[in-house]
C-alpha cells in the first residue's frame, strides 16, 4: 500500500483561510433544504468543494445515469482550521471501475490498487475527506448501506457523504454526529484565476 494512504487518518489541520465570500456559490442541484443551510451557514461553511472536482462528480453521476448505474468515488483534498473552527476542502476526485446496478455501487476490490495508484498520481498533498455517489432518480438520502459505510470508514468529524440524483438533479451532503445522519452544509468554490460564474 502506497505510503500517501496513510493520510486517510490525518487529523492535525494546518490553520488556513477558506475561500472569500465571493469565489464561493450554491450548487444548481442543491435540494431546497440544502439551499437554506448554504444561506444559513455561508460565512462558515464546514465543506468547500472545489468547481473542477464538482464538475467531475456531476459528470460521473450524469456517465452513470445513461448507463443506468450508480457510480461511487473518494473526495480528496484536506482538513483545515479557521477561527477555531474545522472545515475540509474537496481538491480532486477518484474513483476506479466498480460493480455497479441501477440500485448499488461498490468498488471492485481487485481495482483498489489501481486507486491507491491515481492518488499516487495527484500532485499535491491531500487526504481523503469523503465520499461520493449517486442514486439515480431515486432521490437524495443516506440508506442503511451508505450509513455503515459512512461509520465504518469515513468516521472523522471533517468527513462527508455527497449524494448525486442525477435524473432529478439533486444533491445532499452529509455527515453522521452521535448516530444521527445530519445534512452538511457546503460550498462550491474556484480558485482565483478561474470564475465560471461570470464573464
Ligand atoms: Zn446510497
Redesign the pocket.
Known amino acids: 500500500m502506497p505510503a500517501k494512504i496513510t493520510s486517510w487518518t490525518e487529523t492535525t489541520p494546518k490553520e488556513r483561510s477558506p475561500p472569500p465570500p465571493e469565489r464561493i456559490s450554491n450548487h444548481r442541484w442543491f435540494t431546497e433544504r440544502m439551499n437554506a443551510l448554504y444561506q444559513e451557514m455561508r460565512s462558515e461553511l464546514p465543506l468547500y468543494i472545489q468547481k473542477t472536482a464538482e464538475e467531475k462528480m456531476r459528470n460521473h453521476s450524469l456517465a452513470g445515469l445513461a448507463k443506468e448505474q450508480e457510480v461511487m468515488g473518494l473526495m480528496l483534498g484536506g482538513a483545515f482550521t479557521h477561527d477555531g473552527r474545522i472545515y475540509a476542502i474537496v481538491r480532486d476526485v477518484v474513483t476506479t471501475n466498480l460493480d455497479a446496478s441501477i440500485s448499488s455501487v461498490r468498488f471492485h476490490e481487485e481495482s483498489m490498487e489501481g486507486l491507491f495508484d491515481s492518488l499516487d498520481d495527484l500532485d499535491f498533498e491531500y487526504s481523503i475527506v469523503g465520499w461520493y455517489?449517486s442514486?439515480p432518480g431515486m432521490g437524495c438520502f443516506?440508506?442503511e448501506?451508505?450509513v455503515g459505510t459512512q461509520q465504518g470508514v469515513f468516521n472523522l468529524p471533517h468527513h462527508s457523504a455527497l449524494?448525486l440524483d442525477p435524473l432529478n438533479h439533486e444533491l445532499e451532503a452529509y455527515y453522521i454526529h452521535e448516530n444521527r445522519v445530519k445534512l452538511r452544509a457546503m460550498g462550491i468554490y474556484w480558485d482565483e484565476y478561474q470564475d465560471p460564474y461570470r464573464g
Request: without cysteine; aromatic residues 0%.
Open positions: 455517489h442514486h443516506m440508506s448501506t451508505d449524494v
